[in-house]
């Protein structure tokens, strides 16, 4: 399902767009972090919610459409205000492509009835929103939150720790102990209020700092553009420079032309033979027949060379070895080479998990060993371990009583029988002896070992499964790695290569080749035929030269001599001439450009032309308007400068955090040493740790498994990632996009909508390697990436990412 475009209309928010998308991952570029959030609640109004108000706030005659294909079938989606005795009223319509209405099923979303796929699956896994908070231990928190339980914002560690603090403070009832705590709270908060001051000075430190770097840099970057200023207004003033250095040159290089000219007629003219008055005399002649003539030398020269060059490129596209490959070969050895490398990095993890497997064995025959010790407790029933709690109540409360006692002895002694209490305690006796414990704290104790015990075996037996599991996967990985190398080896031998890169650097050169032969043969036609028209008009031009040689009266033996004396006379005298007159215009040109400025400063000013020219594009009111802006703003960091040191300075002097904290250890111990078993809380701890268990079961596999699909193919290990923060962030970009890649159906194609606010310059890398999972990804689902962040946004296009267009209708 493909969201081909998105139209509003007079909305006061988003104003009037109409977006028309690629079939690629697109790139939608907002003004600002409201904007993603202001689209990501329309499309989810558009297609979940129906029912919701979505122009309420809008204008009289808002609406907003999206079109959506699939294969050959199309919808539309419309909400419009529309005005009904005189009353706005919102009107929604679904639309197939022929524009009959579609009847959506009772309670049936839009997004339910395109996308096969509830709203909370929408949510998980066709809606991301990156942190704006991106700090290291905000994504670390959300990464265990999303490893324990499959929800970022459900830590399962805060609510065993609220657990844990309700368990103590039922039991923590004595008087003794609210002093306690009372006097450790204080302390505590003492210590947080000196470790807030202590991280207050030490935040005021470092923005003093960057208030510091920052102030340098405004005033270097005020009187660079100051400097640039006043070059700028040279520039202005000397508009023509470029074109007055550039007749300069040309001049130089016309005078150097003509003196050679010059040099070489005064030779020729010593030499008394020529005779001057036959060449003045056929000067046009001659000349008209000198350029036919240089005109078919330069064309022969380069034809022949021409050929050469195609016979030679020929011969190395025939020696080369690549001929008969298709063109996509490259594409096709890539892939060979990645699922090899997959298969090999598969089958190296797999010998750690084989170590593992041996120590989990080992591991599971002692766990055995200990759970036989404790087998008699396997008996012990749920109405056994209800009827021995019983009991014991009844002796306890027997014994606790005086007139049971009294009852007792005023019993047993007339009747000669045994005492109630006897009784009963024989009787839990009997229990005891049949399960090898001396008293009931002994068996709560016994049974609670053994049922841990047990648990400890099934995790074991649960582990062991799921790593030989993983172990029998290595002989396909083997005929994986065995098929590929030999595919590779295969390619490789053919052109003699010795590994991909040597192949790849000959295939980009192979078909360069090509492309090179196809235009030398296109060309060498043209000069072909160019050269047969020359020759042509040269036969009729020596014609006409050797008849007026004829008829000048020069013998026929010499004619062949005087036409080449004349030829190369006549044609030197015409070069100087038409030199000498093109110095003469382009001189004349240049003083009159030029006037009385020195142009020799004004390169000193000017040069580098091409860096001055690009400053140009910003006009000198939004320059002076920026050095203005950078002013105020130097002088406000000045002023915040002087504040920040006052402060600082005014700042008391904090408790020491070591004294504090030794004190807190104090009384925490004590604290502690008043605590017993949590026994208020153990039903609520059970059912928390059953439901851990099941999720555990059910979906931490997968999701770790697909977690690390990701982070292995996508983020490289030989990236610059040198940064703990950094990889935090790759950890939870994995988990984030495997859980959405499990919270929708196989088949599903609900578009994937991530947002992203402003990113750091030395996330470049991450984002990079995040953007090509995102583009893999867009080959089965439709990605959009919103941002607007222009860094993120260089990243994606670079990356292959194309932004939406805008309608032309």
């Known amino acids: ?198 991280e207050a000075n030490r935040l005021l430190l470092i923005e003093i700092k960057n208030l510091q770097e920052n102030e340098a840099i405004l005033t270097e970057k005020i009187a660079l553009t100051q400097k640039i200023h006043q070059r700028l207004e040279c520039l202005a003033q000397n508009s023509d420079y470029r074109e007055l ?104 993890k797999l010998i750690l998990l084989r170590e593992e497997l041996d120590e989990r064995k080992l591991e599971y025959e002692e766990e055995i060993t200990k759970l036989s010790k404790l087998i008699v407790m396997s008996d012990v029933t749920e109405d056994a371990i209800n009827r021995i709690t019983r009991k014991e109540k009844q002796l306890n409360r027997w014994q606790s009583y005086k007139i049971c006692n009294i009852t007792d002895q005023l019993l047993t002694k007339p009747l000669k029988i045994k005492s109630i209490n006897e009784r009963l305690s024989a009787h839990l006796l009997d229990y005891y002896q049949r399960y090898h414990v001396a008293n009931y704290r002994e068996f709560t104790s016994r049974l609670e070992e053994y049922q841990q015990q047990q648990r400890q075996v099934e995790n074991l037996k649960k582990r062991i499964e799921e790593l030989q599991e993983k172990v029998n996967k290595e002989p396909k990985l083997l005929r994986i790695i065995d098929s590929r190398n030999e595919i590779i080896k295969l390619a490789l031998s053919k052109v003699q290569a010795a590994d991909f890169s040597e192949w790849l650097n000959g295939w980009l050169a192979y078909q360069q080749m090509k492309k090179h032969r196809s235009e030398e043969t296109d060309q060498l036609n043209k000069d072909l035929e160019q050269k047969l028209d020359l020759e042509k008009k040269l036969a009729i031009c020596a014609e006409g030269m050797s008849e007026n040689l004829k008829n000048w009266g020069i013998p026929l033996g010499d004619r062949e001599e005087v036409l080449s004396a004349i030829l190369n006379v006549a044609g030197q005298l015409q070069e100087r001439d038409e030199v000498k007159e093109e110095v003469a215009k382009y001189l004349e040109i240049f003083v009159k450009k030029l006037g009385n400025r020195d142009l020799e400063r004004l390169s000193r000013i000017l ?14 009111q939004e320059r002076l308007a920026e050095m203005s802006s950078w002013e ?114 196989i088949t599903t194609e609900v578009p994937l909508f991530f947002s992203v606010g402003k990113i750091s310059e030395g996330d470049q890398t991450f984002w990079t390697d995040a953007a090509k999972y995102l583009n893999k990804l867009g080959l089965g689902r439709q990605v959009f990436l919103n941002t607007e962040d222009p860094l993120l946004a260089e990243i994606l296009l670079d990356q292959g990412w194309s932004p939406f267009s805008f309608a032309q209708d």
């Open 1 to 198: 399902m493909k969201i081909e475009r998105i139209r509003l209309s007079n909305f006061r928010d988003l104003k009037d767009i109409d977006w028309i998308f690629p079939s690629g991952p697109t790139l939608i570029i907002n003004r600002d972090i409201n904007d993603q959030k202001l689209l990501d609640d329309l499309l989810m109004k558009l297609f979940y919610e129906q029912e919701s108000q979505l122009l309420e706030k809008q204008k009289d005659n808002a609406a907003a459409e999206v079109w959506i294909s699939e294969d050959n079938h199309h919808f539309v989606v419309r909400y419009e205000n529309i005005q009904i005795d005189g009353q706005i009223t919102q009107q929604f319509t679904f639309l197939d492509g022929n524009g009959y209405k579609v009847n959506l099923p009772e309670k049936m979303t839009i997004g339910e009835y395109l996308f096969q796929a509830r709203l909370q699956a929408f949510l998980q896994g066709g809606r991301i929103t990156w942190p704006e908070k991106d700090s290291q231990d905000n994504l670390f928190l959300r990464i265990n939150n999303l490893s324990q339980g499959g929800d970022e914002d459900f830590s399962l560690t805060k609510v065993r720790a609220s657990l844990i603090g309700a368990q103590k403070r039922v039991k923590d009832q004595r008087e003794s102990m609210e002093l306690v705590k009372a006097e450790y709270d204080a302390l505590r908060n003492e210590w947080e209020d000196a470790h807030r001051q202590q």
């Open 607 to 620: 040069e580098p032309l091409a860096e001055l020219e690009r400053e140009q594009r910003l006009s000198n």
């Open 632 to 745: 105020k703003e130097r002088v406000e960091i000045l002023q915040h400068l002087e504040e920040l040191n006052t402060r600082l300075q005014g700042e008391e002097q904090a408790a020491s955090l070591s004294v504090l904290e030794k004190r807190i250890e104090v009384k925490k111990r004590q604290w502690i040493a008043y605590e017993d078993l949590r026994h208020a809380l153990n039903d609520a701890q059970a059912i928390l740790d059953l439901s851990w268990q099941e999720w555990q079961t059910k979906y931490e596999k997968n999701l770790s498994e697909e977690k690390q699909w990701i982070y292995e193919h996508f983020f490289s290990p030989k990236g610059k990632y040198t940064e703990n923060e950094t990889v935090v962030k790759r950890n939870y970009f994995s988990y984030r996009l495997a859980l959405a890649q499990l919270a929708l159906p």
């Open 245 to 348: 250095r550039q007749l300069q040159d040309k001049i130089c290089r016309m005078e150097e032309r003509q003196q050679r000219l010059d040099e070489g007629l005064r030779a020729i003219s010593s030499d008394g033979a020529v005779d001057w008055e036959i060449i003045e005399n056929f000067r046009e002649e001659c000349m008209e027949w000198a350029c036919l003539q240089k005109d078919v030398r330069n064309f022969t020269a380069e034809i022949e060379a021409r050929i050469k060059l195609i016979e030679q490129t020929q011969r190395l596209l025939l020696s080369s070895g690549y001929q008969g490959y298709r063109e996509d070969e490259e594409q096709q050895l890539r892939r060979v080479m990645e699922e090899r490398d997959s298969a090999r990095d598969r089958l190296d």
